[in-house]
Nanobody
């Protein structure tokens, strides 16, 4: 089982920056894709950014140019650097990991508990 622990959320003024971290632990063979999703009140959860083990990245159009996702494979940790934050970025941010228990096994998905990001003056 994979556990994902997020940190780094908080309150920031518009135009400010935050960095989220998510560390994976537990017993697994490999983690393929790690990513960040967010869910604002009354809205569906949406993909913010994802990164593969080969560091190929994907971003939501709304965050391109402002957010940067990175990954430390040795530490099984993914980061999300968020710059030029806007009030509409306010949401609970969830870490996500796609992993497998063995080289020939199926992929599974794990979620973190979520961390609140509030952008407000």
């Amino acid at each position: 089982q994979v556990q994902l622990v997020e940190s780094g959320g908080g309150l920031v003024q518009p135009g400010g920056s935050l960095t989220l971290s998510c560390a994976a632990s537990g017993s697994f063979f490999a983690i393929n894709v790690m990513g960040w999703y967010r869910q604002a009140p009354g809205k569906e959860r949406e993909l913010v950014a994802s990164i593969t083990s080969a560091s190929s990245t994907n971003y939501a159009d709304s965050v391109k140019g402002r957010f940067t996702i990175s990954r430390d494979n040795a530490k099984n940790t993914v980061y999300l650097r968020m710059n030029s934050l806007k009030p509409e970025d306010t949401a609970v941010y969830y870490c996500n990991a796609r992993f497998k228990y063995s080289s020939a096994g199926a992929y599974y998905t794990a979620w973190g508990q979520g961390t609140q990001v509030t952008v407000s003056s």
